[in-house]
């Protein structure tokens, strides 16, 4: 009698995490599924066996599935109480209070760490556009990603923007070897470093190259309406005037806007107005537009970060 075959495709998902090392989480599979011949070959798992055993292995596998998607982490115990547990919610854990925004590579926790970082988690969940203002090294532009990137995985938008102005930072571009890309890379390297701690290589490079995730200078962004996307514009403050209503006003249906920046680093030339210090005040009494301030309380890089900001501060402060 012939066996009955399901096969089961992995979208989205590195096929290499999730059987993990050697195969170890196949392995699990066919210890919990004995009666059942499992072969995992490039991105599909087959099954072969009775008709009501793949259902079982399809409905089990839908789970592990969806775990991995919202975890990026896939461990015996966990296959174990997946493939054990009643219902879903026997297995799911709570959000640790929502501080937890949500789940990186390899199950790392991304989590809002101080009250002024949730109340920017709160100010995009209530404000279709909100600035975050604050030093460097308050969590402004990785909290944002990690909003966005959350967003993207809830299917609340479609696709994510990350933009930031190329102001020459005492370099001239020129100069710098390379073409236009890879020339502004190193403009958009923060970006790029909170989206590797978030989303597995392979899928981001996939999101990349389909335009899904796009960085991109805010040169780049005129002409454009961004609609179904979640939309950060860093390093607001070396915006010009004309610059930040060209970005304000590229907001299309279903967009969320992010705009971070600290007002104290601007490398704007001389007598020249910052865009996001003069959008902070025209802006403030719109509804639907929030800000959030943040401060050196709010500083989660070294110690001494902390130490030099308010060393500047008191410099600053008596000139």
């Known amino acids: 009698m012939p066996l009955n075959e399901l096969v089961l495709e992995l979208e989205e998902i590195a096929p290499k995490e ?14 919990y599924f004995p009666k059942l011949k499992i072969v995992a070959r490039g991105n599909k798992i087959t ?3 009775d008709e009501e055993l793949l259902e079982e292995f399809d409905k089990r596998m839908e789970m592990l599935f969806s775990h991995f998607s919202s975890f990026n982490n896939l461990d015996e115990n966990m296959i174990e109480r997946i493939l054990t547990s009643d219902s879903e919610e026997d297995y799911t854990t709570s959000n640790e209070s929502g501080k937890v925004i949500l789940h990186g590579v390899n199950g790392r926790l991304i989590k809002a760490q101080t009250s002024n970082q949730r109340k920017l988690v709160d100010a995009v969940r209530q404000n279709d556009m909100v600035f975050a203002i604050g030093p460097a090294g308050t969590g402004k532009t990785y909290t944002g990603v990690a909003l966005a990137v959350k967003a993207l995985k809830n299917k609340e938008v479609k696709r994510i923007i990350l933009t930031r102005p190329a102001v020459e930072a005492g370099e001239n571009l020129g100069f710098l070897p390379g073409d236009l890309k890879e020339k502004l890379d190193p403009y958009m390297q923060p970006l790029y470093d909170a ?13 990349i190259e389909k335009g899904i995730i796009q960085i991109a200078p805010l040169a780049f962004m005129r002409g454009r309406t961004l609609d179904h996307a979640f939309v950060i514009l860093d390093e607001g403050q070396n915006t010009t005037h004309a610059q930040m209503k060209m970005f304000l006003t590229r907001m299309g249906k279903n967009a969320k806007f992010l705009l971070t920046g600290d007002p104290g680093q601007i490398d704007l030339p001389r007598r020249v107005i910052s865009g996001l210090k003069e959008a902070l005040l025209i802006l403030k ?10 401060d050196d309380k709010d500083v989660i890089r070294h110690k001494l970060v902390k130490k030099v900001i308010e060393a500047y501060k008191n410099i600053e402060n008596r000139d």
């Open 18 to 31: 999730f059987f993990g090392p050697q195969n170890i989480n196949i392995e699990l599979l066919k210890r």
């Open 47 to 49: 099954a072969f066996g």
């Open 195 to 207: 989206l590797r701690d978030m989303i597995p290589h392979e899928k981001l490079d996939n999101y």
């Open 285 to 294: 009494e719109i509804k639907g537009v929030g800000m959030v301030f943040l």
